[in-house]
């Protein structure tokens, strides 16, 4: 289950710490960051990718997203597995969640792009995150390069 992002219980709990990563742009008090997850059992597995939206403004905010595999935009250069496809159709979408941001917090989410995406084992990829804000303006994550 943890190959598909999903967390179960064993799982140790990931504590993001916002100064150890790299971090988009900010627009209108957000920003976003993305890294590699790794597979336990084998460590030169990249298997979802660990995506962080930040309130960077000195007030609360919120956002009302259609589900995060809705709401965030994967570029990784590949295309979209059968099960992608399934996965992401719009009739899939789910009901809106409203995700309130104290100053400073963060929200996490990971997004399993070895289940998603048609990626070679041992291919060199680039990662790239957006989303659409309220505003109607696009939010963009750092640019990450590792191997599948």
């Known amino acids: 289950m943890a190959k598909m992002g999903l967390t179960m219980k064993d799982d140790p709990v990931r504590v993001v710490d916002p100064a150890a990563r790299q971090w988009g742009e900010s627009v209108d008090g957000f920003a976003l960051s993305i890294e590699p997850v ?3 059992e084998d460590r030169s597995v990249v298997s979802n990718l660990s995506v962080v939206i930040r309130n960077v403004s000195g007030q609360a905010k919120s956002l009302t997203i259609p ?3 809705h709401f965030f935009q994967v570029d990784v ?13 719009p009739e ?4 809106e969640i409203d995700v ?17 995406f048609e990626m070679r084992r041992g291919a060199s990829c680039t990662a790239r995150v957006s ?11 750092n640019r990450i390069e590792f191997t599948v």
């Open 38 to 40: 790794y597979l336990r």
């Open 67 to 69: 589900g995060w595999l």
């Open 77 to 89: 250069g590949a295309p979209l597995s059968a099960f992608g496809r399934e996965l992401l159709r």
């Open 92 to 95: 899939r979408r789910k009901a």
């Open 100 to 116: 309130p941001l104290a100053p400073g917090a963060l929200a996490e989410t990971q997004i399993p792009i070895g289940s998603i």
């Open 131 to 141: 989303c659409e804000l309220p505003s109607g303006a696009t939010l963009r994550s």
